[in-house]
């Protein structure tokens, strides 16, 4: 009965405190610009109409997230081509995830890079929230590792390099991403990757230990045990990564968290001399096992990073510049996995969106046409306007 009255209120606008309406906020204010502005004047420049969904075809699922599905999709204006990350308000709200979905999209305004995964829009409608982001059409990194199974060294060190670029640009924004792990590593077509899912990302302060987010088996020990943590957390998550596609598995194992933070307390793991592959050398040992130091203030971050003997005399403005070949290039279009297309089993908790639906994502909206200043003044204005057209006109 709950749900059927939540499904009901989301689906048809009803509003608790105000009268029924089905005008959705969202929807692009062809009329009110009209109303306001008069047919036949020419757009100005900041009136580019609100983006929606229906400006986009949406043509295949290219990955699967918490929330929703991630799409590849073409911006039906000039056929230029994006992914879409679609997320159940839903389940957002039953999850308690509000505020980390609010914190991804403020953080994308702010940071862009050939690094990352930059957010071009982001919008809203009754049932579901959008973010329009590039589109890395190659897959990501535990797709592939899944089915090669390892790495080579030398593919290794190119996608460490792409992601020590990344993490210097987004540290330098002060931020700390919290959550490097392979599913969140993207290859573009010609084998670049970059860093996307914001989600739990922070801007670094000094008292965060009660924030411990992340995925286990990529925590570093600060984040697994409460401590405050700083921006080592994401070089120690780049260390496991690197160790695994070495070795084929973990440095610290455990099937869930608490058994994994045991094997982090137990003992500090290194890579023994026996243990290096066939042609992976010393130096790529060693660098991983200054990356996957227990204690943050003996593991190798911030500058001292490139300098290692390992990646020392990488050429990093060809890499800056994208025209250094990748050693690995992911070939054809469809590298996802296909369970991407299956449903979720987790239950949705309908008692947490009594409070919720109506203005949770209130701020959300994104065109990186129109600067920030613009776009909430012109929101604003518009919005005022317009619950004053709507009074007079009792819609
Ligand atoms: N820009 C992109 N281009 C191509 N594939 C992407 C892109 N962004 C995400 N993906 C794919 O979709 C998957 C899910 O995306 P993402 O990690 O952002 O969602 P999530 O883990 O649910 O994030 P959140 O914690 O915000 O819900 C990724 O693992 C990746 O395979
Ligand atoms: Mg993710």
Redesign the pocket.
């Known amino acids: 009965m709950q749900r059927d009255k939540i499904l009901y209120r989301l689906r048809s606008g009803y509003k608790s405190q105000s009268k029924q309406t089905n005008v959705n906020p969202e929807r692009p204010l062809k009329f009110m610009r009209n109303y306001l502005y008069g047919s036949r004047v020419s757009k100005p420049q900041d009136l580019v109409s609100y983006i929606n969904k229906y400006h986009f075809s949406f043509e295949y699922i ?6 929703g599905r ?1 799409w590849k999709v073409e911006l039906k204006r000039n056929k230029k081509e994006f ?1 879409l ?1 679609e ?1 159940q308000k839903l389940r957002v709200i039953s999850k308690r995830s509000v505020h ?2 609010m914190n ?1 999209r403020k953080l994308l305004e702010k940071l862009k890079s050939p690094f990352i ?1 930059n957010m071009h829009y982001a919008f809203q409608d009754r049932e579901n929230l959008y973010l329009v ?5 190659g ?2 990194l ?2 592939h590792y899944c089915k090669m199974k390892r790495f080579s060294e030398e593919q290794t060190k190119f996608i460490v390099c792409c992601l020590i670029l990344g993490l210097e640009y987004i540290h330098s924004s002060g931020v700390i991403h919290r959550d490097i792990k392979p ?2 590593l ?1 290859f573009d077509s010609e084998g670049y990757v970059r860093i ?2 914001f ?2 990302a922070r801007v670094l302060t000094s008292d965060n230990s009660r924030e411990t987010s992340g995925t286990p088996g990529y925590m570093a020990p600060e984040v697994l045990c409460r401590l405050n943590h700083g921006f080592q957390v994401d070089y120690f998550a780049l260390g496991v990564i690197a160790y695994e596609f070495m070795l084929g598995r973990r440095p610290y194992l455990g099937r869930n968290r608490k058994e994994i933070r045991e094997a982090v307390l137990a003992r500090q793991v290194q890579v023994k001399p026996s243990e290096i592959p066939e042609n992976w050398s010393f130096n790529a040992a060693d660098f991983i096992n200054r990356l996957i130091q227990r204690k943050p203030d003996k593991r190798l971050s911030g500058t001292e990073i490139k300098k290692h003997p390992w990646i020392a005399d990488f050429d990093w403005n060809r890499l800056l510049n994208k025209t250094l070949r990748a050693p690995f290039v992911p070939k054809g279009k469809e590298n ?1 996995d296909q369970r991407v297309n299956s449903d979720w089993k987790d239950e949705i908790d309908y008692n947490l969106m009594q409070n919720y639906l109506e203005n949770a994502f209130d701020g959300y909206y994104y065109d990186k046409r129109v600067s920030k200043s613009t776009t909430e003044t012109r929101r604003t204005s518009i919005v005022s306007r317009r619950s004053e057209i709507l009074s007079r006109l009792d819609f």
């Open positions: 290219i990955g699967r997230g918490g929330f991630v992914a990350k997320m980390s979905i991804e995964v982001m590039d589109l890395l059409n897959g990501d535990r797709y599913e969140n993207v996307t899912d989600g739990v996802f």
